[in-house]
């Protein structure tokens, strides 16, 4: 708003993570999305359609602008695979057993990661727990850009390495 009041042409995204998430990081636990759905006996995407409703009827409430545009991240798969590979093309992610991660150290070397926040990449690794699933990561700090989905993963697309669906980093 103060943006527009000062005269500024505004363009306002806001996305909408529809594609589901893992109740931890590691890549296992249950679907938020898929377990939502079965409780509700509704397809994903009807949880989707359901909760944004509500959503954007509360931002209606508090009178919070609605955005320009609001993509959804089912909306964009094709474009996150297309990124995830140019990711790995210049060497900032690496893909394991179907799934891809991105490499933090990595980019660390290249562009300081963590310099907007404050926080230290030593003191990064060094916080960080060492959980199991995580073996398959060059290192423990390193997220998920794709994920290798089980078969009896709902929500789940083709990608150049198997069928899976984009990490939650990725599709914020």
């Known amino acids: 708003r ?11 995204v806001r996305n909408i993570t529809d594609a589901g ?3 931890n990081e590691r890549g296992e636990g249950v679907n938020r999305m898929e377990s939502q759905a079965r409780l509700e006996s509704l397809e994903p995407m009807e949880i989707v359609q359901k909760y944004t409703v509500g959503f954007h009827e509360v931002c209606r409430i508090y009178n919070l602008l609605p955005p ?3 993509p959804t ?10 990124m995830i590979e140019v990711l790995i093309e210049k060497g900032y992610a690496y893909e394991v057993n179907g799934s891809v991660y991105f490499d933090v150290k990595y980019f660390h070397e290249k562009f300081q ?4 926040s404050g926080r230290n990449i030593d003191e990064l690794i060094a ?8 073996e398959e990561k060059r290192n423990s700090i390193d997220f998920a850009l ?12 083709r990608s150049p390495w198997g069928m899976g669906f984009p990490g939650w980093h990725l599709e914020c």
């Not at 103060?2 to 306002?12: A, I, S, T």
């Not at 990661?113 to 907007?116: C, E, F, K, R, S």
């Not at 994920?147 to 929500?155: D, Q, T």
């Open 2 to 12: 103060y943006l527009r009041f000062k005269g500024y042409k505004v363009r306002y």
């Open 113 to 116: 990661y963590g310099v907007l």
């Open 21 to 23: 998430h893992l109740t």
């Open 127 to 134: 916080g960080y727990r060492d959980l199991d699933g995580q």
């Open 73 to 82: 991240a089912t909306g964009h798969i094709i474009e996150q695979i297309q």
């Open 68 to 70: 320009t545009i609001e």
């Open 146 to 157: 794709w994920k290798k989905a089980s078969p009896e993963h709902i929500m789940q697309w």
